[in-house]
């Protein structure tokens, strides 16, 4: 006789429970992960992981002296530094103290895609007259890889030798996650048919 039961009926692998599992679990720590700037990662940090934390590399800074007739950045620590901070004031040796404020920013939806940030140089004077041109392009051009050295990134010093301002870049990186955040999404998604199957 012959056998008249249908043929069982296989599921796809993708619509089944340990495959919904998976890519659940996948989902949820790309969710759990996602960076506080974004939308979602705020809202997440804000309801489920508080926490106070500062990406920002810590503002770099020198003073600007002249020495036998050449400009130099001089740190902290370096004794004419000292004497300057003790109260010495020649304005043609203490040229002005230099510094940076990067006050960085990043932004995207579900992962960063974009990140701003100041490149401009702070030029603080005892005089009340502005450094000139030709001792500001030289300070920059000193400054710039003096705080490249000092943890700022590479791509923020080259912005900033080349003047003052706000850049914006955008996060490929960041984009590449949400693809395949998304694809993940989907997956879940379609892996769920096991349900109504």
Same mark, same amino acid.
């Given at each position: 006789?012959?056998? =008249? ?7 796809? @692998?993708? *619509?089944?429970?340990? *495959? ?7 989902? +949820? /720590? ?11 990662? %705020? ?20 003073? +600007?002296?002249?020495?036998? %007739? ?34 960085? =920013?990043?932004?995207?939806? @579900? /992962? ?17 007259? #502005? ?5 500001? #392009? =030289? #300070?920059? #051009?000193?400054? *710039? ?6 943890? +700022?990134?590479?791509?923020? %010093? ?13 996060? @490929? ?13 989907? %997956?879940?998604?379609?892996? +769920?048919? @096991?349900?109504?199957?």
């Amino acid at each position: 006789m012959p056998d =008249t039961q249908p043929p069982s009926r296989r599921r796809p @692998w993708l *619509a089944t429970p340990l *495959a919904s599992l998976v890519l659940g679990a996948v989902l +949820l /720590a790309d969710v759990l992960t996602l960076p506080a700037e974004t939308a979602v990662g %705020g809202f997440i940090a804000e309801k489920l992981r508080p926490e106070v934390h500062c990406d920002a590399p810590r503002a770099p800074m020198a003073y +600007l002296v002249r020495e036998d %007739g050449a400009l130099r950045l001089a740190e902290f620590d370096d004794p004419i530094a000292q004497a300057y901070r003790a109260g010495e004031s020649d304005p043609e040796v203490y040229r002005a103290i230099l510094n940076c404020e990067p006050d960085i =920013t990043r932004s995207g939806f @579900w /992962a960063i895609t974009r990140a701003s940030f100041d490149h401009s140089i702070r030029v603080r004077r005892r005089v009340d007259e #502005a450094l000139p041109k030709a001792e500001l #392009a =030289t #300070a920059r #051009a000193m400054f *710039a890889p003096y705080a490249v050295e000092r943890g +700022l990134s590479p791509e923020m %010093g080259r912005y900033m030798a080349q003047g003052d301002g706000r850049a914006s870049l955008i996060r @490929w990186d960041g984009y590449l996650r949400n693809i395949g955040s998304l694809l993940v999404a989907i %997956g879940f998604v379609l892996s +769920l048919r @096991w349900i109504i199957n």
